[in-house]
């Protein structure tokens, strides 16, 4: 086992290393409990240190700029991480239908992940908890509503993914991420920049507004949230 920990150290980072590693021992637990093993080898194991990394949360300005950098087609879903907080493989997964302009809110119910075979496919969130309802702030339903009008996209066609690549298709994380996400971040001075980062802007946010932390899980997907989350405060990206 520490030969197989000592393989991953030479390919890949402390922190996926420890992600294998965690998946690892679980498994040879659970083969413990239904008797396939008599014990887990994953016993007494060296671990790479993991180096604590600040991370750059991004201003309201710093993210016009990215959206900017990102173009028509994308910049929405910079401001739907850092506003609404929502994943990337959220944003990719959000359908048409899923958007209700009449009462100003947005459901996540499925997200675009890569499935067998390396190819995209549709699921449900992780967990019940990533499956919620958002209030959406005024100006960002407006955007919803341009961005939708300008692919021609309306309450006829409720299953269209909101975004999609320039053939239509669904978006393809890698091929995103390397040809519009990587050269946006660099052109708005960002480089480094994870999407992922746009959510820690959103719970920053929440935090300087005093927004409760389960409510604040909850709009995150954390737990379970009680009609739309965020109804009584919106975030913004800090600032």
């Known amino acids: 086992m520490q030969r197989v920990v ?62 900017d950098a990102l173009g028509p087609d994308y910049g929405l879903m910079a401001f739907l991480g850092a506003v609404l907080g929502l994943r990337q493989a959220e944003c990719a997964g959000l359908r048409v239908g899923r958007i209700d302009f009449l009462r100003g809110t947005l459901t996540i ?49 409720p299953d269209a993914f909101v975004f999609a690549s320039p053939g239509g298709a669904p978006l393809d994380y890698t091929n995103w991420r390397r040809r519009i996400w990587k050269p946006a971040t660099v052109k708005a001075g960002l480089e480094g920049l994870t999407f992922h980062d746009l959510r820690r802007a959103n719970a920053t946010g929440l935090v300087a507004e005093g927004v409760d932390v389960r409510t604040a899980q909850a709009r995150l997907g954390y737990l379970p949230s009680k009609g739309p989350a965020g109804a009584s405060a919106q975030s913004r990206p800090a600032t």
């Open 6 to 67: 000592n393989g991953w150290v030479q390919r890949y980072a402390p922190r996926t290393v420890h992600r294998h590693y965690d998946v690892l021992s679980a498994i040879m637990t659970t083969a413990v409990l239904e008797d396939l093993v008599a014990r887990t080898p994953c016993r007494g194991i060296k671990l790479p240190a993991v180096r604590h990394e600040d991370r750059h949360i991004v201003t309201a300005e710093e993210l016009t700029t990215l959206a």
């Open 109 to 157: 119910a499925e997200q675009l992940t890569r499935g067998q075979h390396g190819s995209m496919a549709t699921g449900e969130p992780k967990s019940a908890a990533g499956r919620r309802t958002l209030a959406v702030p005024s100006e960002l339903m407006e955007l919803l509503a341009a961005h939708l009008a300008r692919r021609g996209l309306d309450g006829r066609h």
